[in-house]
Structures are given as C-alpha cells and as structure tokens.
C-alpha cells in the first residue's frame, strides 16, 4: 500500500515536498515513481528511483528542479519540488514495480497510491 502526503497550493517560485509511505517488508527491492495527471490530460510520468537511490530519471519538464529520493529504512520516497510552475498544477502519485529497471511507462507499476493534490497559483 501507498499513501502520498505534502501535497498543497503554493505560489510560483515557491516548494513543496512530497511523501510516499510504503507498507510492507520489502520496500528495499521496488523501483519507486512518480506520475501526475492534470484535469482532462493523460497521468505523465515525472520521475523514477531504483532500489538504493543511485540511480534516478526526471521528465525533461522537471530535470533540474524536482529531486526524487528514498530512505529504505522508513519504507519512505519522495519528491521535492522546487521553482515550482503553474503547469505543475496536477494530482501527484506514488507508484512502485518490482523489478531492477527504472520505467518511465505507467503501465510498468502494478502499485499506485490515492494521490496528493498540487496547485501552483501564479
């Protein structure tokens, strides 16, 4: 089980990060991801973690200011989101596959969280 936190209205400019708490024993051993969709367009991926955190992918929309991470030991991930933009604006979700490679293809991840809102008001 997923359950994404943090999400929120923020100005442009302005920072939000956001939590994913995983459950179970073997959090170690998902790729982690992050999608968000935004009314009435498809979920877009943003970013994704392999299992130690040494390795991680952005969506060119967000290289360079969003940083995704993980902390094995808290079954946690996140995303910290930095200069945040108006077309950031969307639903964030948390989603893990087990397997080795990093996906950027939402299908990949057979787990996905409720969601967290994320509104960047101009």
């Known amino acids: 089980q997923l359950v994404e936190s943090g999400g929120g209205l923020v100005q442009a400019g302005g920072s939000l990060r956001l939590s994913c708490a995983a459950s179970?024993?073997?959090?170690?051993?998902?790729?982690m991801g992050w999608f968000r969709q935004a009314p009435g367009k498809e979920r877009e991926f943003v970013a994704t973690?392999?299992?130690?955190?040494?390795?991680?992918y952005y969506a060119d929309s967000v290289k360079g200011r969003f940083t995704i991470s993980r902390d094995n030991a808290k079954n946690m991930a996140y995303l910290q989101m930095n200069s945040l933009k108006p077309e950031d604006t969307a639903t964030y979700y948390c989603?893990?596959?087990?397997?080795?490679?990093?996906?950027?293809?939402?299908?990949?991840?057979?787990?996905w969280g409720q969601g967290t809102q994320v509104t960047v008001s101009s």
């Open positions: 973690i392999s299992w130690s955190g040494g390795s991680t």
């Open positions: 179970g024993r073997t959090f170690s051993t998902y790729v």
């Open positions: 989603a893990a596959r087990r397997a080795e490679r990093l996906a950027t293809t939402s299908g990949l991840y057979a787990y």
